[in-house]
């Protein structure tokens, strides 16, 4: 079976919807402090003062935050570090 030209082009744009709709979820650990994580949402993730504040704080409270949203392929990275910093990330 071939694929016309349009059902290329729309399963094309559903593969960079979905490729374009993760994020980087940051867990709670016992291990950094608050100004460890806000500083280096800051510096990873280019997050404002306040935005990174307010990260931390739901993270701690509730366990889990969305800290960044983007491509597979913008978010690598950032997570990455994330982890080399010793922050819990992932992708999802």
């Known amino acids: 079976m071939t694929l016309s030209h349009t059902e290329l082009e729309e399963e094309v744009d ?9 994020q980087i979820i940051l867990f709670n650990d016992d291990v950094n402090t608050f100004d460890f994580v806000i500083d280096t949402l800051m510096k ?16 701690h409270y509730n366990g889990k935050c969305e800290v960044k949203k983007g491509s597979y392929t ?6 990455s570090t ?3 910093k010793g922050l819990t990330a992932e992708i999802q």
Do not use: W
């Not at 559903?14 to 993760?22: A, P, S, T, Y």
């Not at 280019?46 to 993270?59: G, K, P």
């Open 14 to 22: 559903i593969k960079e919807l979905l490729e374009n709709d993760r």
């Open 44 to 59: 990873v993730c280019d997050h404002s003062a306040l935005q990174a504040e307010q990260c931390s704080y739901i993270v």
């Open 74 to 79: 913008e978010l690598k990275p950032m997570c």
């Open 82 to 84: 994330l982890l080399e």
